[in-house]
């Protein structure tokens, strides 16, 4: 095994099954002696359904091998907003005008929050369970899913950015303490890289950010997820699209609930049967497939999973 774990993410359209499938993923894996962790990182979890058990925010033993946890979005936006608050007021003591208190309930519902609460939660999880063989994350809505992808590169050009415009803040302060020599009035400011605590901050920030993305962008099993419909299918190809934005590769792809109409003869949907495997099959040249089956008996049983979970696994 290597040094950190395999970490696989299930990503798709709302429905098409993929707390299903990272889930009998998981029950498969933890089945062949991998210690496994499950993660819904969906605000709107249901892994806790799936597995008949209450989950909180902390791994919590489903059975031998196999851990699940459910982010909590709303607990980790608070504590990474009041942790950002605690360092403003460290690094600009001399702000202290504003009100920075006063401002957590606005920032709190702001742009941007929620991604960035699920990628200080990832972060914490690749740092904290490197015992396991294999993370599986049961992803969010399309949306969501993308810009906490995204939010990692994003911020390394901005990072970029501010590190330049703080290099010229501090030789201009340079500047002036040499030309005003005594007179000048804040001489306890640092004006060089090295004193200065902002820049440090700025630095390690964009160290981490750099880690991030090679957890997305190299050591990640990416895994898209579809049903034989034109909805999902053209979610599906956004994700592809944007995926190569950002340097993500696609590993593989389900299309699950396949032969959902296969008990419908009408010329109609065989039709479109056959024009959906034509424009998938194009669309995802080369890209390695399974087909699982729709269960028409409500809720899928144990062994149902297991046998889904063991097909992926074949893949993985
Ligand atoms: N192959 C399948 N056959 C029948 N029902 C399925 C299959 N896969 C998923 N389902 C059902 O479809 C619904 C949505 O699946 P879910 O895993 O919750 O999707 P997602 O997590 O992508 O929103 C659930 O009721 C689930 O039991
Ligand atoms: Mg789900």
């Avoid at 062949?32 to 990182?41: D, F, G, H």
């Amino acid at each position: 095994m290597s040094s950190h774990p395999k970490y696989l993410y299930f990503v798709g359209k709302g429905g098409v099954g993929k707390s299903t499938c990272s889930a009998s993923t998981a029950m498969a894996l933890a089945e062949k002696r991998n210690k496994t962790l499950i993660v819904s990182l969906d605000p709107a979890h249901n892994l806790s359904d799936i597995f008949e058990k209450p989950l909180e925010d902390k791994p919590k033993k489903i059975e031998e091998n196999l851990y699940a946890m459910e982010i909590n979005m709303e607990q980790r936006v608070e504590s990474s907003l009041r942790k950002n608050i605690e360092m403003m007021k460290n690094l600009y003591s001399y702000l202290n005008v504003i009100n920075l208190e006063g401002m957590f309930d606005t920032l709190r519902f702001s742009p941007g929050m929620e991604e960035y609460a699920v990628v200080l939660a990832l972060e914490d999880i690749f740092e904290n369970y490197k015992e396991m063989d294999v993370i599986i994350f049961d992803t969010p809505p399309t949306g969501l899913t993308l810009r906490f992808f995204a939010l990692p590169q994003i911020s390394l050009l901005w990072i970029e950015k501010l590190l330049a415009l703080r290099k010229k803040i501090l030789s201009r302060r340079d500047s002036l303490k040499h030309i005003l020599g005594e007179k000048y009035h804040d001489k306890e400011l640092p004006s060089t890289v090295k004193d200065d605590s902002v820049f440090k901050e700025l630095v390690s920030f964009q160290e981490r950010l750099k880690t991030l993305k090679n957890y997305f962008t190299e050591d990640a099993s990416m895994i898209l997820l579809l049903n034989p419909d034109k909805l999902s299918f053209a979610e599906g190809q956004r994700i592809v699209d944007a995926f190569k934005k950002f340097s993500l590769s696609l590993n593989m792809m389900i299309i699950n609930k396949s032969g959902l109409y296969n008990d419908n003869h009408s010329d109609k949907l065989s039709q479109f049967r056959e024009n959906y495997f034509e424009d998938v099959s194009k669309k995802f040249n080369g890209l390695k497939t399974i087909e699982l089956p729709f269960k028409s008996s409500g809720t899928l049983s144990r062994e149902d999973m297991m046998a889904f979970g063991e097909n992926i696994f074949k893949i993985l």
